[in-house]
């Protein structure tokens, strides 16, 4: 029960980071206090009053008061704190990218300026608008500084991967047939932040959704955006080696009936469920790329600013000096730093979209401007290419890719548990939270 209240109200509370009703309440009752930060009465409320609609659209069973305003409480302050920990590590979001991220909003709401829907926000209660701007902005900031610091603390070991490799459950993750369900939530070729997060918001309800229902034309259409069209489709049987990688790794870490986070690719936002699965194999034929890189990674001691202001010091230096010695010398990546930033031979579905693409489009010799990923600010060069039989090293990758994937959810959930360890909090009106 506690677990599938928790879910809700992660789902409550994302959703409440977006409703344009919601205004800033007066000061009222000090509910808790976490770092140099302070939760009113009126906020959990809010918070409070969310989680119950969630629970009742779902047709869920909603618990008593007592026992969910605790739940609700524990997870107001658990994001308290990890706002409480963007500040002191300096992650911020521009103004170019927050004010797109409300212009979406706006748009949604039928007004065609930031003007026009801060007056009627503001009309509805003073206040409202610069409240909204604020909870879009910490959504924002805390998905950056997750990605950046629960990314980082996955290992997964050779051994480990043999031992899967190894496995029953292993050997038909990676030689299988899949029978799924497929949701898609559509995004432009070239969308703005405000758009991936609001379709990703969208997908978060598609999941919730499926993972209760079969009827996939239902949750379709329960679910259809004009914003954001929602396509969904019974897949039948599908080799995991016709799908992009992504999907695979994402599908191949699921059991039976289960349902995977939305999945970010070029087109938009995907969602799958695991239906059925059984045996199948084939050869693997890739063009590789001979990559090195440099990467900077934000953290206590580099804010991201000055990770951005470093990587394209980097990138004018490396026009003219050796890039081995430059990786050796200041890239934050252990695996590859130590040998000039060499990653070896890569294969499609090694490295995270936004590296892959730029590997992809730079010529070999050349050295890429710098990007950001999830894991901080790099630039590569590509140094030759080849087509290649990567059965073995493909099975390894996905096997990587699969034991990693396991693992975020874990990663996560310690990470978050630190982050409340490690907070100051005092609750000020006796409810008691685990």
């Keep these: 029960m506690r677990q599938m209240i928790k879910s809700t109200l992660m789902a409550a509370l994302l959703a409440s980071s977006f409703m344009v009703n919601a205004a800033q309440e007066p000061l009222d009752k000090v509910v808790a206090v976490v770092d140099n930060s302070i939760i009113l009465e009126s906020e959990l409320d809010r918070a409070l009053a969310a989680a119950k609609q969630q629970l009742a659209q779902r047709n869920q069973t909603i618990p008593p008061d007592n026992i969910l305003r605790a739940e609700v409480l524990r997870q107001v302050i658990l994001k308290r704190a990890q706002l409480e920990r963007v500040k002191r590590l300096g992650v911020t979001i521009d103004e170019a990218t927050l004010n797109a991220a409300v212009a979406e909003i706006a748009k949604q709401e039928g007004t065609s300026s930031l003007a026009e829907f801060q007056t009627r926000l503001d009309a509805r209660a003073p206040g409202s608008y610069a409240a909204l701007r604020r909870q879009i902005s910490d959504d924002l900031s805390v998905n950056r500084l997750r990605q950046q610091q629960v990314s980082a603390r996955i290992k997964v070991s050779d051994q480990d991967i043999d031992n899967f490799l190894n496995s029953p459950q292993g050997k038909s993750a990676l030689n299988s047939e899949v029978h799924v369900a497929h949701l898609r939530v559509s995004l432009p070729e070239k969308a703005s932040d405000a758009q991936v997060q609001a379709a990703e918001t969208l997908a978060n309800k598609l999941r919730t959704d499926l993972q209760t229902s079969t009827d996939i034309d239902a949750v379709v259409k329960r679910n259809q955006s004009s914003s954001y069209p929602v396509e969904g489709a019974d897949m039948g049987w599908r080799s995991t080696d016709e799908m992009p990688d992504e999907l695979v790794t994402k599908v191949s870490a699921l059991d039976l009936n289960q349902v995977t986070l939305p999945i970010r690719a070029a087109d938009g936002f995907h969602v799958l469920k695991l239906i059925e699965r059984r045996g199948n194999a084939a050869r693997s034929i890739v063009q590789q790329f001979k990559v090195r890189h440099i990467l900077l990674r934000p953290s206590e001691v ?34 590859s730093a130590s040998n000039g930033g060499d990653l070896g031979w890569v294969s499609p579905g090694m490295m995270v979209p936004q590296f892959e693409e730029i590997m992809r489009k730079t010529p070999i010799g050349q050295i890429s401007k710098p990007f950001q990923t999830q894991y901080g600010w790099h630039i590569l060069k590509v140094e030759d290419t080849r087509q290649q039989d990567v059965t073995d090293q493909s099975r390894r990758s996905k096997a990587r890719q699969i034991l990693a994937e396991r693992q975020f959810d874990q990663e996560l959930d310690n990470w978050m548990r630190e982050v409340r360890a490690e907070s100051f909090v005092e609750i000020k009106d006796g409810t008691k939270i685990n």
């Design 302 to 335: 580099l804010s991201p600013s000055d990770a951005e202001q470093q990587i394209n010091q980097l990138h004018k230096r490396a026009a003219t000096e050796n890039f081995a010695d430059l990786a050796s010398t200041f890239s934050n990546d252990p695996g």
